[in-house]
């Protein structure tokens, strides 16, 4: 079983910018997808970002150009870097995983689906 641990999280003004983190243990598999989804206030979760095991990223529509999605595979790490954000990017921030999966699939969503979540970090940006 996979345990995923977020940090990074915090309060900044529009246009800063934010690093999240995520370290996971236990079993990875061979194939597998990592990445970000996020819940506002009153909002459903969705997929920000994601990577997989061949190295293929996938980003929501909203966060393009903005956001990047990189992991590094020694230290079981995954990290979301946040540029120019918006008081719309504000929300918990939770870090997933599951297994056999593609990028494209879990961003597109829905949560439901999604196997491993971790607790989520907090991200609030004013205006």
């Known amino acids: 079983q996979v345990q995923l641990v977020e940090s990074g999280g915090g309060s900044v003004q529009a246009g800063g910018s934010l690093r999240l983190s995520c370290v996971a243990s236990?079993?990875?598999?061979?194939?597998?997808?990592m990445g970000w989804f996020r819940q506002g206030r009153g909002k459903e979760r969705e997929g920000v970002a994601a990577?997989?095991?061949?190295?293929?990223?996938r980003y929501a529509d909203s966060v393009k150009g903005r956001f990047t999605i990189s992991q590094d595979n020694a230290k079981n790490a995954l990290h979301l870097e946040m540029n120019s954000l918006k008081p719309e990017d504000t929300g918990m921030y939770y870090c997933?995983?599951?297994?056999?999966?593609?990028?494209?699939?879990?961003?597109?969503?829905?949560?439901?689906?999604?196997?491993?979540w971790g607790q989520g970090t907090q991200v609030t940006v004013s205006s």
């Open positions: 236990g079993y990875i598999f061979s194939r597998y997808c």
């Open positions: 990577i997989d095991s061949d190295g293929s990223t």
């Open positions: 997933v995983y599951d297994q056999f999966c593609q990028a494209e699939w879990m961003v597109a969503g829905p949560a439901a689906r999604i196997s491993t």
